[in-house]
């Protein structure tokens, strides 16, 4: 079993930025993909970036998140710039065996989720 708990959302202005964090414990591994995904209000959970060798991002927030990861921690990272109020969501980290996925069923573990809210 793989626990995943993440942090570092709030309430921030437009243009701002925000950093997530997801910590994982248990049987963890450096070869484990991690997902970032989101859900708004009344909308489905989205994929929002992943990484495992390489990283890939949803359209909506390339150029602008960028993910990362330090395996010596096991944590993740979601660096949020240039935030804009339809980013306004839960923020859930994931973990999965092999590479990374944009569909959020292919993950098995899930962390709590962390709100971040964009005002304009």
């Known amino acids: 079993q793989v626990q995943l708990v993440d942090s570092g959302g709030g309430l921030v202005q437009a243009g701002g930025s925000l950093r997530l964090s997801c910590a994982a414990s248990?049987?963890?591994?450096?070869?484990?993909?991690m997902g970032w995904f989101r859900q708004a209000p009344g909308k489905e959970r989205a994929f929002v970036a992943a990484?495992?060798?390489?990283?890939g991002y949803a359209d909506s927030v390339k150029g602008r998140f960028t993910i990362s990861r330090d395996n010596t921690k096991n944590t993740v990272y979601l660096q949020m710039n240039s935030l804009k109020p339809e980013d306004t969501a839960v923020y859930y980290c994931?973990?999965?065996?092999?590479?990374?996925?944009?569909?959020?069923?292919?993950?098995?573990?899930w962390g709590q989720g962390t709100q971040v809210t964009v005002s304009s």
């Open positions: 990484i495992s060798w390489a990283a």
């Open positions: 994931a973990a999965k065996g092999g590479g990374w996925s944009e569909s959020d069923a292919s993950y098995p573990y």
């Open positions: 248990g049987r963890t591994s450096s070869t484990y993909a």
